[in-house]
């Protein structure tokens, strides 16, 4: 096969405090995991329970999604107490028994902060809003009315209309990037990022692993409040937002991604490194320059040690070319960055059902995430194929889907519950009615089922996650020469003593290809690795992949 060198992404030396690069993480909602008291809601104990599931699956870590005090006007990231468990959740004891039982296991825990913006019942927000000369009147988003009485700008909520909220007792308006219960901080302020970093401090003290920071580029906002200036409409995509959302309508060069944010995350970053083996996980929610930001909170060793990309996180699936576009413009916008793959979280239709995909595509993606350069991560149920639960409208508990219904549903067909026994009342996630229905669709392939039969998709998702850490150079080698020749994708991974070839046939006719010159073996036989012939061509049919190996020096 003739490759070109199209693609060069370096390898990194990883050591025991670096075992988050090329690292698996799980997520887990935990609303959605599992119940142990019988609300119906899930909770910490929860997951505890489950922790030797997660740990059979081989992963490094589990990602936990807010479980901190919250009025729970966005489930949990609506924060009123960032050093406090929720009561539905249970106890802060609760989180050290999970913390002990997850290290005891071998498992790494991260945790979800939500440093952005708090809950309006937040008592920083309650004393800010309070008056414009307390102690923390600037600590949030401030701004009068321009003469006529309308906001300050033209920015928008990701939820719906404006960015400002009018607050009758400061006769001001307040940015909130979210909902109007979601106040945004003013990083501008020196004591609000102190008073962040004592909370990341907080839980490093207790022995978190580190962190999954939620909407890290919208920290800080323009100074100066300056308008947006409107996106042309060949620019739109809907990465972070629905189409039928306006906040796609601009390009939001003021109300984030502020150059500020750079040196308070290498703060951030100063502190985590006092502490050993722990590692931040950003997220860049930004439709346009989404790589090119990674590429500066990643850049080095001072700022963050990776972030979460949303390139495979969108409608559009994924093909040959496209995943070569994303890797050529990760190359030329940050080629030093560390991303953070994934398929399917709490914030998007989960992609068995976004990318139409039987269980032979859902076995070649597994591989392929594996496979690529960068951390992975999955999405509870992920590894059982789970599609999208249809949620009626009756049913709907989030206010995202609520206010853009029918053409955007919302989040909640991804929040379902999690799915343990196939005939037992809800799944197995709680004897009393859930929170959000049970999917009877999802039931089908629930975990009892599938421990059963070897054959099943999640014993194969187990088989390439022990694959990626069985070789070095998949979970941290660089990627070269990645080409896309129709429907397959192909490129080698290179750790200096390994070298992997991988190739995925992303389409539903057949492939051909040849192995590059050297002594090839085959790998992931057991996953469905096809074999080349004696003349090393190799036959890729619809969905299928080849992965072979060979020694160097």
Do not use: W
């Given at each position: 096969m003739n490759?070109?060198?199209?693609?060069?992404?370096?390898?990194?030396t990883v050591s025991k405090s670096d075992w988050w690069r090329g690292g698996v993480i799980y997520q887990v909602y935990p609303r959605s995991f599992q119940d142990s008291n019988g609300d119906g809601i899930g909770d910490l104990k929860g997951i505890t329970q489950r922790l030797g599931y997660i740990s059979s699956l081989g992963v490094d870590a589990v990602w936990i999604s807010p479980?901190?005090?919250?009025?729970?006007?966005?489930?949990?990231?609506?924060?009123?107490?960032?050093?406090?468990?929720?009561?539905?959740?249970?106890?802060?004891?609760?989180?050290?028994?999970?913390l002990d039982q997850a290290h005891a296991l071998g498992l790494r825990v991260m945790i979800d902060l939500v440093l952005s913006h708090t809950s309006d019942q937040h008592p920083w927000f309650r004393e800010s809003r309070a008056s414009r000369d307390n102690a923390k009147s600037d600590w949030y988003v401030w701004a009068d009315p321009q003469p006529d009485g309308t906001p300050p700008n033209n920015w928008l909520s990701i939820f719906g209309g404006s960015a400002w909220q009018w607050d009758t007792r400061r006769e001001q308006y307040y940015l909130h990037n979210f909902l109007t219960s979601q106040p945004d901080l003013n990083f501008h302020c020196r004591e609000v990022q102190d008073a962040l970093l004592d909370v990341a401090r907080f839980w490093l003290d207790m022995g978190v692993d580190g962190f999954r920071l939620d909407t890290i580029n919208f920290y800080f906002h323009d100074k100066q409040l300056r308008s947006n200036p409107a996106l042309p409409v060949s620019e739109r995509n809907a990465s972070i937002a629905p189409m039928v959302n306006p906040y796609n309508h601009q390009d939001h060069l003021y109300s984030k991604s502020q150059p500020e944010n750079l040196a308070f995350l290498e703060r951030l970053r100063a502190l985590t490194d006092k502490y050993e083996d722990r590692a931040c996980l950003g997220e860049v929610g930004d439709a346009q320059r989404g790589l090119e930001i990674m590429g500066e909170y990643t850049s080095g060793d001072k700022r963050m040690h990776m972030c979460y990309a949303f390139e495979f996180l969108e409608k559009r699936r994924i093909t040959a070319s496209y995943a070569k576009q994303v890797f050529d413009q990760l190359e030329s916008k940050a080629g030093d960055a560390w991303a953070c793959w994934a398929f399917s979280n709490h914030d998007v239709a989960r992609h068995a059902s976004r990318w139409g995909l039987d269980e032979a595509a859902l076995r070649l993606h597994s591989v392929l995430m594996m496979s690529l350069r960068g951390?992975?991560?999955?999405?509870?149920?992920?590894?059982?194929?789970?599609?999208?639960?249809?949620?009626?409208?009756?049913?709907?508990?989030?206010?995202?889907?609520?206010?853009f219904w029918p053409e955007f549903k919302g989040r909640d067909g991804c929040r379902t519950p999690m799915v343990w026994k196939t005939q037992d009342e809800n799944a197995g996630f709680s004897g009393a009615r859930p929170w959000l229905p049970v999917s009877a669709e999802q039931a089908a392939s629930a975990v009892d089922r599938q421990e059963a039969d070897s054959q099943a998709l999640l014993h194969h998702y187990r088989r390439a996650i022990a694959l990626r850490h069985?070789?070095?150079?998949?979970k941290s080698g660089a990627q070269l020469d990645m080409t896309a020749a129709r429907d397959v994708l192909s490129f080698l991974r290179d750790n200096g003593s390994e070298q992997i070839f991988c190739a995925f046939n992303l389409g539903t006719e057949t492939g051909q290809l040849t192995l590059p010159q050297g002594d090839w073996h085959i790998i992931g036989q057991d996953l469905g690795s096809v074999a080349a012939d004696a003349s090393g061509q190799v036959a890729l049919g619809a969905w299928q992949f080849c992965l072979a190996a060979r020694r160097k020096g």
């Open positions: 490759v070109q060198n199209t693609s060069h992404i370096a390898a990194a479980f901190f005090k919250s009025p729970m006007k966005d489930f949990g990231y609506d924060v009123s107490d960032y050093r406090d468990v929720d009561p539905m959740f249970g106890t802060m004891e609760d989180f050290r028994e999970l951390s992975a991560c999955l999405y509870q149920g992920e590894e059982l194929g789970l599609a999208e639960a249809d949620v009626p409208f009756e049913s709907l508990q989030d206010p995202y889907g609520i206010e069985s070789h070095p150079a998949l």
